[in-house]
């Protein structure tokens, strides 16, 4: 059964920069056949795309924060990695890393997602 | 605003069907297909339909999907108080180079 866990800051100030890792077990990132994904959630409200990479190290952003955005993987610890610069309190959100299939645009894994509080 | 348009909520009684539309466009619904999500309060989405009909395993046939055109539209029969929860559709948008999701609906069960 694969696992995906987010871990990270659950506090950033603002202006600073988020920065949040996914390690997934159950499975390898390695694998072809999926995208690694971030997805967020502000409170109350619906779910945003924020990017993913594929394993090879290949990223797709959301255009709304492409410049703000540095997607990342690590293969030998089975890990991928947010880094959002420049926070605002609009950057509040719970934080979900996700598996998405590479042939359809369907998330068919879900870590427990994190939220990140941007307040001084 | 969200790309796809879904009802803030929908409501029925225990035992009864209810359907949730998700509405969008050309560039997304109409030539991609659509996936569906149940977010129980406090947990993470929960991929419950892909590919416009599909049911990931362990996924009870009470869900089911449908599109049409640039329409979607997630069903649920004998309904059940475990089901209230919001609901996400999801797709491509050709346009934006981006996945997309509706706005969510929340299903009271009364």
């Known amino acids: 059964q694969v696992q995906l866990q987010e871990s990270g800051p659950g506090l950033v100030k603002p202006s600073q920069t988020l920065s949040l890792t996914c390690t997934v077990s159950?499975?390898?990132?390695?694998?072809?056949?999926?995208?690694w994904s971030w997805i967020r959630q502000p409170p109350g409200k619906g779910l945003e795309w924020i990017g993913y990479?594929?394993?090879?190290?290949?990223?797709y952003s959301n255009p709304s924060l492409k410049s703000r955005i540095t997607i990342s993987v690590d293969t030998s610890k089975n890990q991928f990695s947010l880094k959002l610069r420049s926070v605002t309190a609009a950057d509040t959100a719970v934080y979900y890393c996700?598996?998405?299939?590479?042939?359809?645009?369907?998330?068919?894994?879900w870590g427990q997602g994190t939220l990140v509080t941007v307040s001084s | 605003q969200s790309v796809l348009t879904q009802p803030p909520s929908v409501s029925a009684a225990p035992g009864q069907k209810v359907t949730i539309s998700c509405s969008g466009s050309?560039?997304?619904?109409?030539?991609?297909?659509v996936s569906w999500y149940q977010q129980l309060p406090g947990t993470a989405p929960k991929l419950l339909i892909y590919?416009?009909?599909k049911r990931p395993s362990g996924i009870p046939d009470r869900f089911s999907g449908s599109k049409s055109g640039t329409s979607a539209t997630l069903g649920i029969t004998g309904l059940q108080t475990g089901d209230e929860a919001d609901y996400y559709c999801?797709?491509?948008?050709?346009?934006?180079?981006?996945?997309?999701f509706g706005g969510g609906t929340k299903l009271t069960v009364l």
């Open positions: 050309s560039s997304n619904i109409g030539n991609n297909y």
């Open positions: 159950g499975g390898s990132i390695s694998s072809g056949d999926y995208y």
């Open positions: 996700a598996r998405r299939t590479y042939l359809t645009p369907s998330y068919d894994y």
């Open positions: 999801g797709t491509w948008d050709s346009s934006l180079s981006a996945p997309v």
């Open positions: 990479i594929y394993y090879s190290g290949s990223t």
């Open positions: 590919d416009n009909n």
